[in-house]
């Protein structure tokens, strides 16, 4: 009962004009009112500023520019695999693309189709492949890295819902990730064709960013679109390796991969509610 009132309440709340507050307060530089306040967000989430390039949290001007703090260099070594994780986190799901369906919890699926904003011939591209969806909690580092190398084709902003996305969201709200929304990036690699990373916006998830976009700080939103619109970089050389930053979210959120048939086997230690740290074999 508990978790069906959670849920009932996201379909309640004015998720767009808290999302809209939350990310105006999270830019404010208040001195001693912000690091107070970071101060009780570091001790309820348990958050590790030991791995922090900068752990002074008094140093931090934003609450925003705490949460997207770098890590310190070798915090987290890369291992020799094909696919490394792209974030800390937890495995939401993972498997094979089938029929168009990707599998989000008990008795929910979304649509390929849906997740990339509606694109079917992206979507065909991806079936019988694999997909993997990684959930960031408050408390994990919040920069998004890439898994392999690849060359930027295209970056998609999808409008959409701000639900949370928690577990107990997931397992509530029929298609959740493809309903909120979304930044679509697609990708090529040269050993192992075709990818996308989806940024998934959720409530209280002030902006998302890419190292590449060319507003203030790569910030891709606000402001929030009313349409779907597609950015081409297929003609530029936007090409990242392995291991290097791809966006961040200020504020967390989820980051679902797709990738072609073949291309991946997950490593048999991954498991859905599994914890996952940046750098560590995803798979080969």
């Not at 019988?128 to 959930?135: E, K």
């Not at 998004?144 to 295209?154: N, Q, T, V, Y």
Request: glycine fraction near 8%; include cysteine.
């Amino acid at each position: 009962m508990k978790n069906q009132l959670i849920v009932l309440s996201q379909y309640l709340l004015p998720k767009q004009a808290i999302t809209a507050l939350a990310g105006k307060l999270a830019h404010l530089e208040c001195g001693n009112t912000t690091t107070a306040v970071i101060r009780w967000f570091v001790k309820r989430y348990n958050v590790n500023m030991a791995e922090a390039a900068n752990p002074d949290i008094a140093s931090y001007k934003s609450f925003n520019e705490f949460f997207t703090r770098p890590l310190k260099a070798g915090a987290r070594p890369l291992a020799n695999a094909k696919f490394i994780c792209p974030v800390d986190g937890a495995i939401s799901q993972f498997g094979r693309i089938e029929q168009d369906q990707i599998f989000q919890a008990k008795g929910h699926h979304y649509t390929t189709t849906a997740l990339l904003g509606g694109d079917k011939d992206a979507a065909q591209r991806y079936e019988h492949g694999h997909f993997a969806c990684l959930y960031l909690s408050p408390r994990d580092y919040h920069r998004i890295h890439m898994p392999c190398d690849g060359k930027l084709l295209k970056m998609t902003y999808v409008p959409g819902d701000l639900f949370s996305v928690n577990p107990v969201t997931a397992q509530g709200v029929p298609g959740l990730f493809a309903r909120n929304e979304r930044v679509v990036c697609e990708f090529n690699s040269a050993q192992h064709g075709n990818f996308v990373m989806v940024l998934v916006g959720a409530t209280i998830v002030g902006s998302m960013a890419t190292v590449w976009h060319t507003a203030k700080n790569g910030i891709i939103n606000p402001p929030r679109l009313p349409n779907v619109h597609t950015w081409d970089y297929a003609d530029q050389q936007i090409s990242l390796g392995q291991g290097d930053e791809m966006g961040r979210f200020l504020l967390g959120s989820t980051v679902v991969m797709l990738f072609e048939k073949d291309a991946l086997n997950f490593n048999a230690d991954w498991q859905p509610a599994r914890a996952v740290k940046l750098g560590e074999l995803m798979g080969n």
